[in-house]
């Protein structure tokens, strides 16, 4: 009979084996605890079998030590399950500590057991027919081992009993279980360690406890809880849920429900819902669908909100149709932030009006709904709007931004579309049979007589370009506009320019001019040309620097196609600084060969100031190739001069002190009166032919007579005079008989390659 329990109890070990493998799955400290608990089990089972069986003495005093210590382990672990599992007790740390000091020490003494005897003695006793060891005598650190186990017992119930107290009552079905059989192994114990019985009753109930303990730990959740909080949800859910029969029949709604159909919450009428069903399935025909969305709009009170619904049929376990319910989500925050985002995504956030896309985006919906009505693309540019925000104040600059937007929202009717396409500029697509260009003056003089100010004049430009390719990008057809508008330049008695093809193709002249300017450098192709300056009997004394570009594919380039071009895209201080270094070469190869008294005159350009140090970048010049700084002249018109950055004058007496001769260039073209001329720290005047052009007979006798007193007046002053532009005889003879005594034009020499010069004048 011994060996069928031993057999019996060694069994339990194999479905013990199997839930500790499921356990394992779940990696967290309930399934470790739980696990260690579980094998501590399996070594009760084993150390008690083995006691049963086994008739050796020293055998059995180590198999009961194995029990007993095992028993001990076993209990601290399913504590700390407990504490685990119900949070009752769980920070104290120490006290479990304690235990498994305790637990350790206790192994040790009942281990040594079986050689002192301190702790118990064996007895070999027949029951039945089964020779079978107990234990005989108890002594104290026997009973302190079972004091040590119940007291564990004990806290591992209260545990349990402290989290039932604090629970809803449908929890607690996991529980009762759990404490129920851990109740029943400890009596079952009890009885054993109390009356001598050889056999350990409570261990089968090991085998219960093991699957209770997992069941409930992992798997279990009461079905009350499920129904109950299922309730909760959707009675408490802000979603419209309703429930039908099969026959459309509103057998539920939740309060949500109640309130979007203006339900009395204590009225169980739902005829309202019901009738909305009904229209809902004969409207959408969703008899044969089991599952449907769409949006809907309701009144809720005064307000328009905006629903998801979603119907989905319901199906029993058999797949038999049992109804189906109905959820309505109220998405109107939701709508409300999409259509602001959407409309802060295609309308200017400060002036309400169509941004740049989406102006672009409605021009071509309107070109492709409608070609063939003629319409015209404007753009606006507020001339020097960076001043109004330097001047009054961004928010000065905000208001006058807003006061274009409102003058176009007044102004412009239907079938007119219009945006800000960014910073001052403004966009119009118009049919052109509503164009009137008097209208549109009107309308800017009207804005800028709002905008009134002693320090700023409102002056607002205005492109036109006529759609002639619907199919063209919205962008392109703006962009017409505003070269338009850059042919205006600085004029103030015009506001409005119309786009034409040649202002195209001079835009893209000027952009692959720029385009190439880098290789045209880098490759040299910018070069020399010398003009002489030359005495009234022919004699050089030395020539003006200008540029040519000779170009690999378009042959010679003249000044006059590229200088204007560089000037207004801020490269002509590059090309300034190569010309330069090209004099300065020249100059030093010259004065090599001991021709010291050849200068060359180089031409400064007020951008030069902008973008560099002039002074240090000539000087720097002048000493890299050493030549004398009186050879190479310096000519600068006086318009550059006046409209230039502060300190060009003193810059000029710089050059001066250094050793350069400065000239005035055009002078009398520009700004020319005696009160710049005092200010003029410079040393020749260069008068343009072109001051005695007129197409009056009479007045060039005035002409001659206003050169001649310059020419005066230049003597008296120190100044030497340079008359440029000279084509004839007759201007040498008259301009000599005035006094003046050096000369550059055509009837001497046109501009010439170095080459060229070099052979037929320092030969």
Known sequence: MGKIYTILIYLMIIPILVCIKNIKKFHNDISSSITRCLVFAIFTILGNGLFTLNINETISYLAMALYLFAYDLMLIYILQYSQQYTNVFSEVRPFRSGCFILAFADGISLFLNAFYHQVFTLKLTTYGNLLIYHIDKRYAAYYLHYIFAYFIVLMFIASLIVKIAEIPHFYRKKYYPIISVMSVIIILNLIYTISGFPIDLSLPFFLLAAFLICYFTFYHTPNELIDKTLSIVVTEINNSVICFDIDSKCVYANDSARRLFNLDSDDGSTENISKYAQKLIEENIIDNKDYFTWSEKRMLGDEEHHFDVEFRKLHDSHKNYIGFFISLIDVTEKYIAYNKERYLATHDRLTGIYNSSYFSEKVSELLKRDPDTPRLILCSNIKDFKLVNDLFGLEKGNEVIKMLAELLKTTCSNGTLYGRTGGDKFAICIPKDRFKEEDLLNAIHTLSKSFNNTLYHLHIYVGVYEITDCNEDVSIMCD?????????????????????????????????????????????????????????????????????????????????????????????????????????????????????????????????????????????????YGIIPKTLKLEITETAIM?????????????????????????????????????????????????????????IKRSMSILNNIIDLSKTLGLSVITEGVETKEQVTALTKMGCRIYQGYYFSRPIPIEDFENTYLK
């Not at 002190?657 to 005047?685: A, C, H, P, R, W």
């Open 643 to 699: 409209t230039g950055i502060s300190g060009e004058l003193e810059i000029l007496e710089q050059f001066r002190n250094y050793g350069f001769q400065v000239e005035i260039d055009d002078f009398g073209s520009g700004y020319s009166s005696l009160n710049t001329l005092k200010d003029m720290d410079v040393d020749v005047l260069k008068i343009d032919m072109g001051f005695l052009r007129t197409t009056k007979p009479d007045r």
């Open 480 to 624: 017409k506009a505003n070269i338009a508008i850059k042919t205006l330049h600085e004029t103030y008695d015009k506001c409005i320019a119309y786009y034409n093809d040649s202002i195209f193709n001079d835009t893209l002249l000027e952009k692959r001019l720029v385009g190439e300017f880098d290789t045209a450098l880098a490759e040299k192709q910018f070069c020399m040309y010398l003009q002489p300056q030359m005495t009234p009997e022919g004699r050089m004394l030395g020539a003006e620097a200008l540029v040519r570009w000779q170009h690999p594919n378009r042959g010679l380039i003249f000044p006059g196609d590229f200088i204007n071009v560089f000037e207004r895209t801020g490269l002509i201080y590059r090309l300034d600084k190569y010309v330069w270094e090209l004099a300065v070469q020249k100059l030093s190869e010259w004065q090599k060969q001991g021709k010291n008294e050849l200068y060359i005159s180089v031409n400064i350009s007020a951008k030069d100031f902008y973008y560099m140090d002039v002074y240090k970048t000539i000087t720097t010049l002048v000493e890299k």
